[in-house]
């Protein structure tokens, strides 16, 4: 059975204590991706269709004006959701009549941070300086295949690398609208 979206973050925190991290002092990356590729695999209800871009994920880095700038390495599951409890601002769910209409963006987010070091200096001048972009394969071998392709890539980003093999020192995880 699977979960539904609103409950993901609850999800996320169980993976991520199943694989012995506190979401809120994460200290250690390789097992922080260990427990994003096992949370990103299941499936989740009360969201699009997969040809609508219903479920995807994005792994980011850089340094935000939200987060004081400090350097920071992000792994996000992305829903696009259609539900009654879904409401914007204003608590209106929309006019899916209106030709316009698009359903909600709703991101679980674990946020890593680290001290400044030399190692990633200039993390935002290199290629593809904020993120890996969104990935919307579907769940099993073809989002497992992505996920490796996401990890080899990193690999070849020294920055990345020192940031992957280095010791957070914050964390910070959510459930929040994206769009």
Request: aromatic share 12%; charged share 25%.
């Amino acid at each position: 059975m699977a979960a539904h979206w609103k409950n993901s973050h609850e999800l996320f925190v169980l993976v991520l204590r199943r694989h012995g991290l506190d979401p809120d002092a994460i200290d250690d990356v390789a097992r922080a991706w260990s427990a994003f590729q096992e949370f990103v695999q299941v499936p989740v209800d009360g969201i699009e269709p997969a040809e609508d871009d219903g479920d995807g994920f994005i792994v980011q880095w850089g340094r935000w004006s939200w987060n004081d700038d400090r350097p920071a390495l992000v792994f996000t599951r992305q829903f696009a959701v259609h539900d009654e409890g879904a409401q914007d601002d204003e608590g209106d769910e929309g006019d899916e009549g209106d030709e316009f209409w698009q359903p909600q963006r709703w991101s679980v987010e674990l946020e890593l941070f680290f001290a400044d070091s030399p190692a990633w200096a200039d993390l935002d001048d290199m290629a593809w300086a904020d993120s890996m972009g969104f990935d919307f394969d579907p769940i099993g071998h073809e989002r497992a295949a992505a996920l490796a392709r996401i990890a080899a890539f990193v690999a070849t980003l020294p920055q990345v690398s020192a940031m992957w093999r280095a010791i957070p020192v914050g964390s910070a995880l959510g459930l929040e609208r994206a769009d």
